[in-house]
């Protein structure tokens, strides 16, 4: 891989659920004198409120601190408000209509505990596209 990790933090590509993975970092929360934060990775979550407000539940009884990333894009080429992906290159695409062009893509992920959108090097773009999904809006409230 060409990034390094830090921390003490499910590595991001374990295949894990949002309620597992921060139970497992609320233990080491408490030991960390230096701060302490965890994230999960969600999908576009507006249809699924209650899965939503059950994860918050989650974490205001269990972690001293968490956060929520969800990818918030947009294609100024098309409109598509949605996901903007990544190709086998590791290169930004609307899946929509296809644009590739990076001054007309905002594309919003979390990176060192910020959110931006000025686009990352390869090694923070490989860790992005490794991160796991922890909750989809298919897991539950339905």
């Not at 060409?2 to 949002?18: G, K, M, P």
């Not at 990775?41 to 507006?46: C, D, G, I, L, R």
């Not at 539940?57 to 990333?69: G, H, L, R, S």
Request: charged share 25%; glycine share 8%.
């Amino acid at each position: 891989k060409d990034y390094l990790t830090n921390s003490y933090h499910v590595n991001v590509r374990e295949h894990i659920d949002a309620f597992d993975k921060l139970g497992i970092e609320a233990k080491f929360q408490k030991l960390s004198s230096g701060g302490a934060i965890s994230y999960v990775e969600v999908t576009n979550m507006s249809e699924n409120l209650d899965a939503l407000s059950e994860l918050i539940d989650y974490m205001y009884e269990t972690i001293q601190y968490a956060e929520i990333n969800t990818k918030s894009d947009y294609c100024q080429e098309c409109g598509y408000d949605g996901e903007i992906l990544l190709d086998e290159n590791r290169e930004w695409y609307c899946p929509n209509c296809g644009n590739r062009n990076h001054k007309t893509l905002n594309v919003c992920r979390r990176t060192c505990g910020y959110l931006g959108d000025n686009f990352w090097n390869q090694g923070r773009t490989q860790e992005i596209a490794e991160r796991f999904v922890h909750l989809d809006n298919h897991l539950l409230g339905e």
